[in-house]
């Protein structure tokens, strides 16, 4: 696992903090009502894409393991794509008449490429071509974020560039991967039949109504701040957002290794200490970093931002705490999928997007769009907690649940001191890495010498 960590790690970081880079030239060319609207819409097709298309990807993945052929899911996904691209368009008619819809051209093909780049995606992890999975991640990147700044820099053209850069960024990934692994065209020659595909919708459908269950674990609150707090407050969420998307980029490079694992691993005699062991080092190595990560975060929040910004600090903290327990929930999620027992991760979803919904709208006024970020950290505590519930009945793993007890307190201790005196924030946060790399010593050691080997290996 450790050399897939490294792989994905590469690949990811390279990718992703391109994006990040961006952020600064968007905050800079680009109104916060702009930004705002804009960060709103592309949470809001994210969703409607994970409905519509019934979280397809995650089927394809599941089976593509599970199955003697890995060609039968993709062939599967091709024979139920006209059918699920009808309730596409159907609900962006519907979407169209709750939310104002600007760039509707754009915004349909952003849902269709948006498919098209998380099945590839899909195809490349099950080949377990990961190479070519980093370079594709690459290429979108790339593509996405320098046509991006010839429209908005260059050319001084308005925020609909945006989806337009990233759909053709996606499709330029969905060619390079067909180039690489000529899936489609393999999946073509396989035959499947109906019983099939409904095993397929069996397992996906319980995604997809998660999906939308999930809808109120996010952006919900998104929507809400838009119509409740403005546009220029939704604005500030947006950017305060990035810094919590990276720790999600950061979880998502030890994710996808983890995933993997966790399939391969699902028929073993001894898998139930080796989830232990991934769930325990996911709570020590990303747990106890997010602390020392908000702490960064703030202090270079104003420098990323600019003037525009120079209030929405305040914000990381809890921003980033949800976005962590949002992955433990995601982590537990994984167990379930081994199990294939898929209705639990809807269940549990739906508890948590019910306590968030009462929790925001009582929170979002008092404390504006801090009462969000709260609302969703203990929205995805309740989702975490039943997720842990059910997998406990099922694995029982050990899990030492206290290193997420202190990342809380963690947070907490930051968001104080960042209120109380700048010099007091500073030595919280000095205290933070170094406690970082004293629970993780042993981890980063062998996670080293394992990348050691590996450039030896390639020099010999």
Request: include cysteine; proline fraction near 2%.
């Amino acid at each position: 696992m450790s050399k897939k960590i490294l792989i994905y790690g590469i690949g990811t970081f390279f990718s992703k903090i391109l994006v990040f880079l961006m952020v600064p030239i968007y905050t800079r060319v680009f109104s916060t009502a702009d930004y705002g609207y804009y960060d709103v819409l592309i949470s809001d097709l994210q969703m409607v894409v994970s409905i519509c298309f019934v979280e397809i990807w995650s089927g394809i993945m599941r089976y593509m393991f599970a199955d003697n052929n890995k060609y039968k899911s993709i062939k599967a996904f091709l024979r139920l794509l006209p059918f699920m691209i009808v309730a596409y368009a159907f609900v962006i008619i519907i979407l169209s008449h709750v939310v104002a819809l600007k760039y509707p051209a754009a915004i349909c093909i952003y849902g269709i490429a948006y498919l098209l780049f998380n099945v590839f995606n899909t195809i490349c992890r099950g080949l377990e071509r990961n190479i070519d999975y980093v370079i594709s991640g690459l290429i979108y990147t790339i593509v996405s974020c320098g046509l991006s700044i010839f429209f908005s820099v260059y050319l001084h053209k308005g925020i609909e560039t945006l989806f337009w850069s990233q759909v053709i960024g996606y499709l330029c990934t969905v060619v390079y991967v067909e180039l690489r692994t000529h899936a489609l065209f393999s999946a073509i020659k396989v035959k499947v039949d109906g019983p099939y595909l409904i095993k397929i919708l069996k397992y996906s459908i319980p995604l997809m109504l998660n999906s939308f269950s999930f809808l109120f674990l996010g952006t919900y609150n998104k929507n809400l701040i838009l119509s409740r707090l403005g546009e220029s407050t939704s604005g500030q969420y947006a950017f305060v957002s990035k810094f919590s998307s990276i720790v999600s980029v950061l979880i998502s490079i030890y994710s996808l290794a983890w995933q993997e694992e966790a399939f391969v691993n699902a028929d073993t005699e001894n898998r139930n200490d080796k989830y232990s062991f991934y769930v325990n080092s996911f709570f020590k190595l990303i747990g106890i970093g997010i602390i020392p990560f908000a702490f960064v975060s703030y202090i270079f929040a104003p420098f990323v931002g600019g003037t525009n910004y120079l209030s929405s600090g305040i914000l990381i903290p809890f921003a980033v705490l949800s976005s962590y327990i949002a992955d433990v929930s995601g982590m537990f999620s994984i167990l379930i999928a081994v199990e294939e027992k898929t209705f639990q991760t809807l269940i549990s979803t739906v508890l948590g997007a019910i306590v968030n919904v009462i929790l925001v709208n009582l929170l979002i006024i008092p404390m504006g769009a801090n009462g969000a970020n709260i609302s969703l950290c203990i929205g995805f505590g309740v989702a975490s907690i039943v997720r842990f519930i059910f997998v406990e009945k099922a694995m029982h793993l050990k899990i030492e649940l206290r290193w997420i007890l202190y990342t809380v307190l963690g947070i907490c201790a930051i968001y104080y001191f960042a209120l109380l005196s700048k010099y007091a924030l500073w030595i919280a946060g000095i205290i933070s890495i170094v406690l970082w790399f004293l629970v993780n010593a042993k981890l980063i050691k062998g996670t080293c010498n394992t990348f050691i080997n590996k450039i030896h290996g390639i020099q010999k």
